[in-house]
């Protein structure tokens, strides 16, 4: 079904008045806002495509590796123990929507979002491809739904992998592609899962992805203010709409116009509905900023179209503020919100660099190993732990372990040198060794010093127990006695 919205009571755009899915089938209006869509839109389905099949320092330029929780951008790798980092990337990113948003409106949704630059070119066009333009007679053939179903499932297939590939990486996507399904289950399932809703979403769920299920659609009435860049209709000059009758006697193709006397002068909107059946969403633009418009400016080369034909001047519907195009005011550019997020987006970013540039060669951590917090040997306390170097330069390191507050012989830490390799994280067992005499309570703090003879060094304190002073009288009599009957 196709047109304007008709029910008698005011319903979702996407379904009838009885609540049954009101399909969706927009004619395509060519002009200047779709050829542009058209090069940015195909333009980042390469670059998707292409990306993590690219490497910078040996890595993709993006993985969000959720298994080893390592997640690289451009060269610059993150961990989760890079909290604070990590928290400001998202901030950031988040805060840059907001402050898009504020000022071009959901220019997102319209040119970039993968929702909308897929679906509109992408599968609608096969859509059109297999069964013919809206507007026009379907295409014959009982072969034209099967096949356009295939095609829908090959390329949501290649989508499916290429959006794995951001997760696992193309070296490992490879392996599993031409192994056996059986050898790697749960990524064959991962994929086929992907695909399904990959499916589900371009071929049968499409705008309402947009209108009810997108976060950020809902969000948008609180980001945008009367100035922000929007998609909007100009009732100033359209209203009151209405078909003007054509001058008696006018040679085909004039678009002179005449009024009829007794009625009201109309506006230049001919209520010819091209920017209703065009629309991706369903809705009238007329009827003001609605949730619904995904910016995608359909309407304004329909709309403009029009205004060619019947000799008027284009624009009816346009790019504008509210502000500039209903309420008639200059548009104010200089306003809280475009004052406060650039500035909080400044120092986000400042913090983002700062704590970049002075973290750590390496992230070192010595935890704690299941069972017995301490253990006697010989008369000496035993603290079984685990050392936990992340190597994060481009070159593999050799790390050594010192105790640079203790008196030699006081603790000893058994174990040598060990190398960790590139962006790669190494644990190791090891045994803290103390005698039962150097601790005055139930504990003691120990410095361990990591360093990799090349000016790195990280001090990580470790708090060895022990046990309480009067059980550690019990464990030297206990031990005199056991000496005493050898
Ligand atoms: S109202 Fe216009 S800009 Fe908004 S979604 Fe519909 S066609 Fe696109
Ligand atoms: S396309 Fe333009 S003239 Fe036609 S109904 Fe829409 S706003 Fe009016």
């Given at each position: 079904m196709t047109g304007a919205p008709e029910p008698e009571v005011q319903v979702l755009?996407?379904?009838?008045?009885?609540?049954?899915r009101r399909w969706l089938k927009p004619k395509v209006s060519p002009g200047r806002f779709l050829n542009g869509r058209k090069v940015v839109g195909y333009a980042l389905i390469a670059f998707f495509c292409v990306l993590p099949h690219l490497r910078i320092n040996g890595k993709?330029?993006?993985?969000?590796d959720l298994l080893r929780r390592e997640f690289t951008f451009w060269g610059m790798t993150l961990y989760p123990t890079d909290t604070l980092l990590l928290a400001l990337l998202m901030l950031f990113v988040l805060l840059s929507i907001i402050f898009l948003t504020a000022m071009f409106g959901r220019v997102w949704c319209g040119w970039a979002c993968p929702q909308t630059v897929y679906l509109e070119l992408v599968y609608r066009p096969i859509e059109r491809f297999f069964?013919?333009?809206?507007?026009r007679k379907p295409k014959e053939g009982g072969w034209r739904q099967p096949a356009k179903f295939l095609t829908y499932l090959v390329i949501s297939f290649l989508l499916a992998n290429t959006f794995i590939a951001y997760f696992v990486g193309t070296d490992n996507l490879w392996r599993w592609m031409l192994g056996s399904p059986l050898t790697h289950p749960v990524p064959f399932l991962v994929m086929a899962v992907t695909t399904f809703f990959m499916m589900f979403d371009f071929a049968f769920f499409r705008e309402q992805m947009c209108i009810v299920t997108c976060p950020y659609g809902r969000f948008q009435s609180v980001m945008l203010d009367r100035n922000s860049l929007i998609i909007t209709y100009d009732p100033n000059r359209g209203e009151p709409r209405g078909k003007k009758r054509r001058k008696?006697?006018?040679?085909?193709?004039?678009?002179a116009l005449k009024v009829i006397?007794?009625?009201?002068?109309?506006?230049?909107?001919?209520?010819?509905?091209m920017c209703v059946t065009t629309c991706p969403t369903g809705i009238d633009i007329r009827d003001g900023?609605?949730?619904?418009?995904?910016?995608?400016a359909q309407c304004i080369d329909a709309c403009d179209s029009v205004m060619d034909k019947i000799g008027k001047p284009r624009g009816?519907?346009?790019?504008?503020s509210q502000a500039s195009v209903i309420d008639k005011v200059k548009g104010n550019l200089l306003r809280p919100r475009t004052v406060i997020y650039p500035a909080l987006l400044a120092a986000l970013f400042g913090g983002f660099v700062f704590i970049l540039l002075t973290r750590s060669e390496a992230y070192v951590s010595i935890i704690r190993q299941r069972g017995a917090p301490f253990a006697l040997v010989d008369g000496d306390v035993v603290n079984a732990v685990t050392l936990k170097v992340q190597n994060r330069t481009p070159v593999d390191v050799e790390y050594t372990f010192t105790?640079?507050?203790?008196?030699?012989?006081?603790?000893e830490i058994p174990g040598e040198a060990f190398v960790v390799g590139s962006r790669e994280t190494v644990s190791r067992p090891v045994r803290l060794v103390a005698p039962l005499?150097?601790?005055?309570?139930g504990a003691r703090d120990i410095v361990v010093r990591v360093s990799d003879g090349q000016g790195f060094e990280s001090d990580v304190t470790y708090r060895m127990m022990a046990p309480a002073p009067g059980r550690q009288r019990n464990s030297q009599e206990n031990n005199t006695k056991e000496q005493g009957d050898d």
């Open positions: 755009s996407t379904l009838n008045a009885d609540g049954s993709p330029p993006i993985l969000l069964l013919g333009a809206p507007g008696k006697n006018a040679p085909a193709g004039d678009v006397p007794d009625e009201p002068e109309l506006g230049d909107c001919i209520d010819c509905k900023l609605q949730l619904e418009c995904v910016n995608c009816l519907i346009r790019y504008g105790l640079p507050d203790v008196e030699a012989g006081e603790v005499g150097s601790f005055k309570t």
